[in-house]
T-cell receptor, first 114, second 113 residues
Framework: NAGVTQTPKFQVLKTGQSMTLQCAQD?????MSWYRQDPGMGLRLIHY???????DQGEVPNGYNVSRSTTEDFPLRLLSAAPSQTSVYFC?????????????FGSGTRLTVV | KNQVEQSPQSLIILEGKNCTLQ??????????LRWYKQDTGRGPVSLTI?????NTKSNGRYTATLDADTKQSSLHITASQLSDSASYIC????????????FGKGTRLSVIA
C-alpha cells in the first residue's frame, strides 16, 4: 500500500550510541519532514527537505542529521544519543511544503535512550 | 509567536453523543487549517483541510468550521463511536516561509460505552 514507511517501530539506545531512523515514501512526494512528539507538546519539526539534495533545519535540529539522496528516502541520524532524545519520531511527506496539500505521516518510531 | 491552542485538553463522552473540539490560533499570515486524528501508537491522519475562504467542511461524521476573522476553528463529531477515541490535532499553516505547520497539543477524546 502506498504511504510512508518508518523503521524501526521501537528502539532502545544507550547514551552516546548512534543510529539511523529510516523513512521511505512511494507517492513521489517532494516534501519530507521529521517530527518528534513528546508528552504534553505538539509535534515539533526537526528537519525537512523540499526535494532530493535539499535539506534544512526545523525547530529542534540539534543532535540530528538528515540527507536526501533520493526522492523516496529521508533518513534521520542521531549522532550521539542523549536521554533528552527519548521521544516518538514521525516522518511525513507531502507534494509540497504548504498550501492545500495534505501530509501523510508514518506510523512512528518510539525511541528510548537510557 | 505563532501558536495553536486547543480545548479541552481531554474529553470523555458516551457512545452516540455529539461533541465539539475547539482550536484557536494566532498564526499569521494564514494559509490553511487542518484537523488530524491520531490513534494511540499511530501517526496522525488527515480529516479535513480548510483554506481561508472555506467556512465549513465535512468528512463523514466529522464537520470542521473555520472563522478566519476570529481565528477560531471547531471540529464537531456527530453520533460518536468507540473508534473515535483518539487525539485530535489542529494544525495551522502559514502562507509564507519554509516551515509552515504549527501544531496544537491536541484534544484527547475518549468515547465510552
Amino acid at each position: 500500500n502506498a504511504g510512508v514507511t518508518q523503521t524501526p517501530k521501537f528502539q532502545v539506545l544507550k547514551t552516546g550510541q548512534s543510529m539511523t531512523l529510516q523513512c521511505a515514501q512511494d507517492m513521489n512526494h517532494e516534501y519530507m519532514s521529521w517530527y518528534r512528539q513528546d508528552p504534553g507538546m505538539g509535534l515539533r519539526l526537526i528537519h525537512y527537505s523540499v526535494g532530493a539534495g535539499i535539506t534544512d533545519q526545523g525547530e529542534v535540529p540539534n543532535g540530528y542529521n538528515v540527507s536526501r539522496s533520493t526522492t523516496e528516502d529521508f533518513p534521520l541520524r542521531l549522532l550521539s544519543a542523549a536521554p533528552s532524545q527519548t521521544s516518538v519520531y514521525f516522518c511525513a511527506s507531502s507534494y509540497a511544503d504548504g498550501g492545500g496539500y495534505g501530509y501523510t505521516f508514518g506510523s512512528g518510531t518510539r525511541l528510548t535512550v537510557v | 509567536k505563532n501558536q495553536v491552542e486547543q480545548s479541552p485538553q481531554s474529553l470523555i463522552i458516551l457512545e452516540g453523543k455529539n461533541c465539539t473540539l475547539q482550536c484557536n490560533y494566532t498564526v499569521s499570515p494564514f494559509s490553511n487549517l487542518r484537523w488530524y486524528k491520531q490513534d494511540t501508537g499511530r501517526g496522525p491522519v488527515s480529516l479535513t483541510i480548510m483554506t481561508f475562504s472555506e467556512n465549513t467542511k465535512s468528512n463523514g461524521r466529522y464537520t470542521a468550521t473555520l472563522d478566519a476573522d476570529t481565528k477560531q476553528s471547531s471540529l464537531h463529531i456527530t453520533a460518536s463511536q468507540l473508534s473515535d477515541s483518539a487525539s485530535y490535532i489542529c494544525v495551522v499553516s502559514e502562507s509564507s516561509g519554509n516551515t509552515p505547520l504549527v501544531f496544537g497539543k491536541g484534544t484527547r477524546l475518549s468515547v465510552i460505552a
